[in-house]
């Protein structure tokens, strides 16, 4: 049983488009991330939703918004996509508790062209 | 703010060789803290993790000590094998649990 999961895996398109990758976890936690791990393998957190509640925002152009329709799940949706979002986008998820460690998805890698 | 300061990599060793990656931590209170590993083309996974001072976390024969005296929680192995060759991160969650701060990678490729 995978515990956490993000579609697609391979994410392939052209500037100007909007996508969304999806991400669900089946581990009961609260809270959910999204990561940015670049080409150099650099990872940056860019939200993090508890209970349905946004917690962490950074600095993240406003083309990215995230959804939490319910915990399980958190939702990517990236408008006008430009070259510079080409990266590995992780979900993961975490119960929010300091010796709690995050989970990860298996990432998707989005190619801008 | 909190932080991790990682060693730069990349590694480069032989087999069943010694492993030693570096790092320290900035923090408020008193941090958990963690090693990822991250195989190719894979998610992170949690490979060990210690909670308090003084506590060794260990997994696969891989070992790190949370050391509060001088903020440091290295990752040791004695004997490295090629299938250990991955990207191992160093990280902390801080007093609310909920915010993670990572080191930048380290690549450790381990040859034959």
């Known amino acids: 049983d995978t515990a956490v999961s993000q579609t697609p895996k391979y994410l392939v398109t052209q500037m100007g488009n909007d996508k969304s990758i999806k991400c669900e976890q089946n581990l009961g936690h609260d809270t959910m991330y999204w990561y940015k791990q670049d080409s150099k393998k650099f990872l940056k957190i860019m939200f993090s939703y508890n209970n349905k509640e946004l917690i962490i925002n950074e600095t993240v152009p406003n083309r990215f918004s995230p959804k939490s329709p319910d915990k399980a799940h958190l939702n990517l949706h990236i408008n006008s996509l430009e070259l510079g979002d080409s990266a590995v986008y992780f979900c993961?998820?975490?119960?929010?508790?300091?010796?709690?460690?995050?989970?990860f998805g298996n990432g998707t890698r989005l190619t801008v062209t | 703010g909190d932080s991790v300061t990682q060693m730069e990599g990349p590694v480069t060793l032989s087999e069943e060789a010694f492993l030693t990656i570096n790092c320290t931590y900035t923090?408020?209170?008193?941090?958990?803290l963690f090693w990822y590993v991250q195989y190719p083309g894979e998610g992170l996974q949690l490979l060990l993790k210690a909670t308090k001072a003084d506590d060794k976390g260990s997994n696969k024969g891989f070992e790190a000590t949370y050391r509060k005296e001088t903020t440091s929680f290295h990752l040791e192995k004695g004997s490295v094998q090629v299938s250990d060759s991955a990207v191992y991160f160093c990280a902390l969650s801080g007093i609310t649990g909920n915010q993670f701060y990572f080191g930048t990678g380290t690549s450790l490729t381990v040859i034959p």
């Open positions: 993961a998820s975490s119960r929010g508790q300091g010796s709690s460690p995050l989970h």
């Open positions: 923090a408020t209170g008193y941090p958990s």
